[in-house]
Protein backbone atom coordinates (compact mmCIF):
# COMPACT_ATOMS: atom_id res chain seq x y z
CA UNK A 1 0.00 0.00 0.00
CA UNK A 2 1.44 3.00 -1.39
CA UNK A 3 1.18 6.72 -2.30
CA UNK A 4 2.00 8.61 -5.53
CA UNK A 5 2.19 11.13 -7.17
CA UNK A 6 -0.57 10.57 -10.24
CA UNK A 7 -1.01 12.06 -13.95
CA UNK A 8 -4.13 13.03 -15.10
CA UNK A 9 -3.68 11.37 -17.96
CA UNK A 10 -2.95 7.99 -17.30
CA UNK A 11 -5.58 5.64 -18.15
CA UNK A 12 -6.32 3.97 -14.52
CA UNK A 13 -5.93 7.87 -13.34
CA UNK A 14 -8.71 8.91 -15.35
CA UNK A 15 -11.07 5.57 -14.43
CA UNK A 16 -10.72 7.10 -10.84
CA UNK A 17 -11.79 10.71 -11.92
CA UNK A 18 -14.72 8.87 -13.49
CA UNK A 19 -15.89 6.95 -10.62
CA UNK A 20 -15.60 10.26 -8.51
CA UNK A 21 -17.68 12.20 -11.60
CA UNK A 22 -20.50 9.55 -11.28
CA UNK A 23 -20.08 9.67 -7.06
CA UNK A 24 -20.51 13.46 -7.28
CA UNK A 25 -23.13 14.03 -9.87
CA UNK A 26 -25.27 11.48 -8.84
CA UNK A 27 -25.53 13.63 -4.74
CA UNK A 28 -25.45 16.71 -6.54
CA UNK A 29 -27.01 19.23 -9.08
CA UNK A 30 -24.35 20.46 -12.27
CA UNK A 31 -24.06 23.83 -10.36
CA UNK A 32 -23.00 22.38 -6.79
CA UNK A 33 -20.25 20.06 -8.27
CA UNK A 34 -17.05 22.05 -8.22
CA UNK A 35 -14.97 19.14 -9.22
CA UNK A 36 -11.40 19.68 -10.66
CA UNK A 37 -11.05 18.01 -14.83
CA UNK A 38 -8.08 16.24 -15.86
CA UNK A 39 -6.63 19.13 -17.83
CA UNK A 40 -6.88 21.39 -14.55
CA UNK A 41 -5.38 18.43 -12.61
CA UNK A 42 -2.34 18.18 -14.59
CA UNK A 43 -1.37 21.94 -14.07
CA UNK A 44 1.87 22.97 -12.43
CA UNK A 45 0.20 24.45 -9.29
CA UNK A 46 -1.64 20.99 -8.47
CA UNK A 47 -0.14 18.16 -6.32
CA UNK A 48 -2.42 15.01 -7.04
CA UNK A 49 -1.66 11.75 -5.23
CA UNK A 50 -3.27 8.54 -5.41
CA UNK A 51 -3.01 5.44 -3.07
CA UNK A 52 -2.23 2.24 -4.34
CA UNK A 53 -3.70 -1.01 -2.55
CA UNK A 54 -3.02 -4.32 -4.16
CA UNK A 55 -1.45 -2.37 -7.06
CA UNK A 56 -5.06 -0.83 -8.13
CA UNK A 57 -5.36 2.72 -7.68
CA UNK A 58 -8.31 2.60 -5.04
CA UNK A 59 -7.81 6.48 -3.72
CA UNK A 60 -6.93 10.34 -5.04
CA UNK A 61 -6.68 13.50 -3.69
CA UNK A 62 -5.42 16.63 -4.41
CA UNK A 63 -4.42 20.25 -3.66
CA UNK A 64 -4.57 23.41 -5.82
CA UNK A 65 -2.05 26.43 -4.90
CA UNK A 66 -4.39 29.21 -5.08
CA UNK A 67 -3.90 33.04 -5.04
CA UNK A 68 -7.35 34.43 -6.28
CA UNK A 69 -8.34 35.36 -1.86
CA UNK A 70 -4.64 35.15 -0.70
CA UNK A 71 -2.50 32.71 -0.51
CA UNK A 72 -4.20 29.24 0.54
CA UNK A 73 -4.10 25.61 -1.28
CA UNK A 74 -7.41 24.51 -1.87
CA UNK A 75 -8.17 20.49 -0.84
CA UNK A 76 -9.85 18.99 -3.74
CA UNK A 77 -10.94 15.31 -5.58
CA UNK A 78 -10.53 13.39 -1.99
CA UNK A 79 -12.44 10.42 -3.24
CA UNK A 80 -12.24 6.31 -1.67
CA UNK A 81 -13.57 3.76 -3.81
CA UNK A 82 -16.30 1.78 -2.23
CA UNK A 83 -14.96 -1.52 -1.20
CA UNK A 84 -12.18 0.76 0.37
CA UNK A 85 -14.20 2.84 2.96
CA UNK A 86 -13.90 2.95 6.17
CA UNK A 87 -9.99 1.87 6.35
CA UNK A 88 -8.54 5.67 6.67
CA UNK A 89 -7.01 5.80 3.23
CA UNK A 90 -8.65 9.44 3.21
CA UNK A 91 -6.81 10.23 6.73
CA UNK A 92 -3.71 8.83 5.03
CA UNK A 93 -4.13 11.11 1.59
CA UNK A 94 -5.13 14.02 3.88
CA UNK A 95 -1.78 13.52 5.95
CA UNK A 96 0.49 13.35 3.12
CA UNK A 97 -1.05 15.97 0.95
CA UNK A 98 -0.60 17.70 4.36
CA UNK A 99 2.94 17.49 5.11
CA UNK A 100 3.83 18.13 1.48
CA UNK A 101 2.14 21.40 1.25
CA UNK A 102 4.02 22.06 4.77
CA UNK A 103 7.29 21.83 3.12
CA UNK A 104 6.07 23.80 0.77
CA UNK A 105 5.58 26.78 2.55
CA UNK A 106 2.11 26.57 3.02
CA UNK A 107 0.07 27.75 5.80
CA UNK A 108 -3.88 28.02 4.94
CA UNK A 109 -5.97 25.36 3.40
CA UNK A 110 -9.42 25.43 2.46
CA UNK A 111 -11.99 23.02 0.77
CA UNK A 112 -15.36 23.42 -0.19
CA UNK A 113 -17.27 20.16 0.49
CA UNK A 114 -20.78 18.82 0.72
CA UNK A 115 -24.25 18.85 3.00
CA UNK A 116 -24.95 14.85 1.94
CA UNK A 117 -21.11 14.03 2.73
CA UNK A 118 -21.23 13.63 6.71
CA UNK A 119 -18.62 11.35 6.73
CA UNK A 120 -16.22 13.99 4.96
CA UNK A 121 -17.15 17.00 6.91
CA UNK A 122 -16.96 14.24 10.56
CA UNK A 123 -12.80 13.48 8.55
CA UNK A 124 -12.54 17.45 8.11
CA UNK A 125 -13.47 18.14 11.50
CA UNK A 126 -11.59 15.45 12.67
CA UNK A 127 -8.20 17.14 10.76
CA UNK A 128 -9.44 20.41 12.51
CA UNK A 129 -10.91 22.16 9.37
CA UNK A 130 -13.01 24.98 10.76
CA UNK A 131 -16.44 25.86 8.98
CA UNK A 132 -15.98 29.73 6.92
CA UNK A 133 -18.27 30.94 4.34
CA UNK A 134 -17.36 31.21 0.74
CA UNK A 135 -13.96 32.01 -0.35
CA UNK A 136 -12.43 32.62 -3.83
CA UNK A 137 -14.81 32.06 -6.65
CA UNK A 138 -17.33 30.27 -4.80
CA UNK A 139 -20.67 32.08 -4.22
CA UNK A 140 -23.18 30.59 -1.44
CA UNK A 141 -24.63 27.27 -2.23
CA UNK A 142 -27.26 25.74 0.24
CA UNK A 143 -25.12 22.17 -0.81
CA UNK A 144 -21.93 23.34 0.15
CA UNK A 145 -20.18 23.53 3.11
CA UNK A 146 -16.72 25.55 3.36
CA UNK A 147 -13.75 24.66 5.60
CA UNK A 148 -10.30 25.86 6.38
CA UNK A 149 -7.22 24.82 8.59
CA UNK A 150 -4.20 26.75 9.21
CA UNK A 151 -0.82 24.37 9.14
CA UNK A 152 1.14 24.34 11.64
CA UNK A 153 -1.43 24.99 14.33
CA UNK A 154 -2.82 22.27 16.89
CA UNK A 155 -6.36 21.43 17.20
CA UNK A 156 -8.22 19.64 19.53
Known amino acids: MTIEYLD ?3 GEVRDIIARSDAYYE ?21 LFV ?10 C ?25 GRGLSIKIMDFI ?8 VKLLRLETGVKQPE ?3 LYDK ?17 SVFMEKRLGVKHE
Open 61 to 85: GAAKLMQDDGDYAEIKRVFVDQPYR
Open 50 to 59: GYRSDDRLVA
Open 127 to 143: LGYQRRGPYGAYGPDPY
Open 8 to 10: AQD
Open 98 to 105: EGELMRRG
Open 120 to 122: AIG
Open 26 to 46: DMYPPESNHLEDEQALKQGNV
